[in-house]
């Protein structure tokens, strides 16, 4: 299973990234996808995840209301659109795909490359 997450970069406060994770056909019909981030010397978060039906999402609830998961099947890619960004969000933020819900329990199935958002006060 291979993930490439992108779109990471540095932002203001208040400000909004899009993060994009591309991913082959088969995972991308077959797994969950969701993102989490790991600030230093924290551990990794849960941030977001939608099934692989597209029916189901779930949010952590330090992101609920700012961010937002989405996918395009045409292009096998999921998006978080992050709104209302804090300082707090500073993270390399990953990409992942899991078989099941073991990611809302801190499991994830795969995961590819990180990308660094920085969000400056």
């Known amino acids: 299973v291979q993930l490439q997450a992108s779109g990471g970069g540095l932002v203001q406060a208040g400000g909004s990234l899009r993060l994009a994770c591309a991913a082959s056909a088969r995972t991308f019909s077959r797994y969950a996808m969701g993102w989490f981030r790991q600030a230093p010397g924290k551990e990794r978060e849960f941030l977001t995840a939608l099934t692989w039906s597209g029916g189901n999402t779930y949010y952590a609830d330090s992101v609920k209301g700012r961010f937002t998961i989405s996918r395009d099947n045409a292009k096998n890619t999921v998006y978080l659109q992050m709104n209302s960004l804090k300082p707090e969000d500073t993270a390399v933020y990953y990409c992942?795909?899991?078989?099941?819900?073991?990611?809302?329990?801190?499991?994830?199935?795969?995961w590819g490359q990180g990308t660094l958002v920085t969000v400056s006060s």
């Open positions: 992942f795909a899991s078989d099941g819900v073991g990611y809302l329990r801190g499991k994830y199935d795969y």
